[in-house]
């Protein structure tokens, strides 16, 4: 099993920047992918950003430019950094962990962009 935390959330002004974290509580295995996702209020959840164990990213259209995801596998974390934040960023963001043979979510943590 394992959990993943995430930490960063909190309330910014619109143009401000947050930095999210996320860590899993063991070792993951070195194949894998590790991702953003966020889910506001009556909407469906929808990916943000992933990374693979190799560091290639895909973006979600409406963060690129804006997002920049990084992970450090020693660690076992992966980071989001927002720049720009909208209030249409305003959700909480999940962390997920995509491994061959199984997948982890974390709780969540809030982010809210005031306009």
């Known amino acids: 099993q394992v959990q993943l935390v995430e930490s960063g959330g909190g309330l910014v002004q619109a143009g401000g920047s947050l930095r999210l974290s996320c860590a899993a509580s063991?070792?993951?295995?070195?194949?894998?992918?590790m991702g953003w996702y966020r889910q506001a209020p009556g909407k469906q959840r929808e990916l943000v950003a992933t990374?693979?164990?190799?560091?290639?990213?895909n973006y979600a259209d409406s963060v690129k430019g804006r997002f920049t995801i990084t992970r450090d596998n020693a660690k076992n974390a992966v980071f989001l950094q927002m720049n720009s934040l909208k209030s249409e960023d305003t959700a909480v963001y999940y962390c997920?962990?995509?491994?061959?043979?199984?997948?982890?979510w974390g709780q969540g943590t809030q982010v809210t962009v005031s306009s």
């Open positions: 997920k962990a995509t491994l061959p043979l199984a997948e982890y």
């Open positions: 063991r070792r993951i295995f070195s194949s894998n992918v």
């Open positions: 990374i693979t164990s190799g560091g290639s990213t």
